[in-house]
């Protein structure tokens, strides 16, 4: 492997993921050589280095068909000194985020696993680059972290499936260096069930509607302590993302939705009132700052000011927005836009069309230099390019969804990252138990708020 | 628009969440607290292949990522090699597919295989 300074462990991981011990035979140059104009004298200067990883290298580490981690113990003076202890060994484990985490006891994690009928030995899958096995039992310990219930095991448990489906690609999302995120748009009664947010806020905390946090903070925790995505060690990203604290979790607001349009899951081929997941990796976020359309006119300005700001020379868009399967993003309106376009006319079809037509790259030659460049990396067929070039292949790609505050006013661009082959979406399956989970969600909870 | 409140006291919400939810029971002296480790287990089933006894007589193929350079890199890498093993055969990544998903394929190692390659040298920087 040639790779450069900083990288090492990246290419560890890569190995790790494919069912080898974490070390590769490589070389790291300095990663100003591989910059356009660069000095290559290093390589000559090195060769030795490349020939020995051929011919003579060995692995240092040996070979364990499957190794399980230990069960961790800490010791404090009571218990609030046990749990900063143990705050403070996952956080030098590189386990954490930096804000508290709620100790997986096994008693925490037997609790959440009342959540699922999957058996706690299930593996869901392989978690990239590192390669380690998200059982359910494994989830449930990254539930149990960031502060779950019982309740969202189901979701998690969905979304996991549809992050680690072949489609997903996650291995891209775990190590680019880029800033993707898995966004999750849940469908069904199990969100208002669980207490996950559609309305006010739906993209940030809210008290009233808990789950999105801790979900997508589990989630996170797994693609970290499960799939290696450490920052700078397995995850090169260069940002990260504020969606990588407590991600981007939660659910179309079907409620709201024009009696004539179809909520996403359905959309996506799933029986209507069907409890779903749909998870595309995202890569950045845009308010945009219309969102009201009370006529014909400001309805068109809204979807000008929208297709302006997906109009945008971003790589993402030609590296994998021109696969059929993909998404270049998620356009977020809420209920009273979505109601108030319905009302003048405009069908979800029209919308998404109306976006794809007006949010094409005009041609320039700086355009024809990028795709020439992303055509040698085989990312798409040059032949496919047309000029002014559209962001994805076509309108159906846009992904259309209801949610946000009941008044029109703003919408929302959640930008899809380039490398993964496209959304998933996966059915929920609840345990027979759910009616008395949500029972004791209520209990302890109260009602569910109604704004 | 109005929102139903939760209209429980204060002090028996929270002991209603602390029976079902958040924290252990306060213990008094010495703890010993044991969590289960996050990581989850990794299966090392493979093998790393056999190094080459020597690079002369042998055939290498390439295989890029197709960014970082690589169309100046591998050429130097290639004639560097050449200038020490005259013998050494080194098929290009140009040969084979280029791109990181591109090169990740099954049938790409098929095409390494019957292109007579004994050992590949990947790049590119990543």
């Not at chain 1, 502060?147 to 998690?156: A, H, K, T, V």
């Not at chain 1, 949610?403 to 919408?411: D, L, M, P, V, Y």
Request: hydrophobic share 40%.
């Amino acid at each position: 492997m040639v790779t450069r300074e900083g990288f090492e462990s990246v290419v560890d991981f890569a190995f790790s993921g494919s069912g080898f011990a974490a070390e590769a035979a490589k070389h790291a140059f300095p990663s100003q050589m591989f910059l356009p104009g660069s000095d290559l004298s290093a390589i000559e200067e090195n060769i030795e280095k490349l020939v020995h990883g051929l011919v003579h290298w060995e692995p240092s580490k040996a070979q364990e068909p499957l190794v399980a981690p230990h069960p961790i113990t800490v010791e404090g003076e009571d218990y609030h000194d046990a749990v900063d202890k143990l705050n403070a060994l996952f956080l030098r484990n590189l386990w954490s985020d930096g804000l508290p985490i709620v100790p997986p006891t096994e008693k925490r994690v037997n609790w959440l696993l009342t959540g699922t009928e999957f058996p706690r030995d299930k593996i869901i899958g392989a978690i990239l680059p590192r390669g380690g096995l998200a059982t359910v039992s494994t989830v449930a310990t990254a539930a149990a972290m960031a502060g779950c219930r019982p309740e969202y095991m189901p979701i998690l448990i969905a979304a996991m499936q549809a992050i680690l489906d072949p489609i997903s690609y996650h291995q891209h999302m775990q190590a680019t260096t880029g800033s993707p995120s898995p966004a999750v748009i849940v469908n069904g009664p199990i969100a208002k069930q669980v207490r996950l947010n559609s309305g006010y806020g739906c993209l940030g905390p809210n008290a009233l509607y808990p789950a999105g946090a801790s979900i997508g903070r589990a989630i996170r925790f797994l693609l970290v302590n499960v799939g290696g995505a450490i920052p700078g060690v397995g995850s090169m990203s260069i940002h990260g993302g504020p969606a990588r604290y407590a991600g981007l979790v939660f659910a179309e607001d079907e409620e709201g939705l024009p009696s004539n349009w179809l909520p996403l899951n359905v959309e996506r081929g799933f029986r209507q009132g069907a409890d779903t997941v749909t998870v595309l990796p995202t890569s950045g976020s845009t308010m945009i700052w219309e969102g009201a359309p009370l006529n014909e006119r400001e309805a068109l300005f809204t979807l000008f000011d929208f297709a302006a700001n997906m109009s945008v020379p971003y790589g993402a868009y030609y590296a994998a927005g021109f696969n059929p399967h993909g998404a270049p993003g998620i356009a977020l309106i809420g209920r009273a836009a979505a109601q108030g376009f319905a009302k003048l006319g405009w069908s979800q079809d029209a919308i998404k069309t109306y976006l794809w037509e007006h949010s094409k790259l005009p041609d320039s030659p700086w355009l024809r230099k990028t795709l020439e460049h992303f055509s040698r990396r085989g990312l798409f067929v040059k032949d496919h390019i047309g000029y002014p070039m559209p962001i994805a292949v076509a309108p159906r790609n846009i992904m259309l969804v209801v949610a946000g505050g009941q008044q029109s006013g703003h919408s929302y661009w959640l930008r899809g990252h380039g490398g993964t082959y496209g959304p998933c979406t996966k059915e929920i399956v609840l345990p027979s138990n759910w009616i008395e989970l949500l029972s004791k969600a209520e209990e302890e909870l109260g009602p569910i708020a109604v704004l | 628009m109005s929102a139903e409140r939760r209209d429980l006291p204060l002090e028996s919400k929270v002991v209603g969440m602390m029976n079902g939810f958040a924290s252990e029971p306060e213990k008094n002296g010495p703890v010993t607290l044991q969590v289960k480790n996050p990581t989850g287990m990794v299966s090392k089933s493979q093998t790393h292949a056999k190094r080459l006894d020597a690079l002369n007589g042998k055939t290498i193929g390439e295989l890029s990522n197709g960014i970082w350079e690589d169309r100046r890199t591998f050429p130097v890498i290639r004639e560097a090699l050449r200038k020490r093993f005259p013998d050494l055969r080194i098929i290009p990544f140009t040969a084979f597919p280029i791109g990181s998903e591109q090169i990740d394929q099954e049938s790409v190692i098929e095409r390494l295989l019957q292109s007579g390659c004994q050992a590949v040298i990947v790049g590119n920087a990543a």
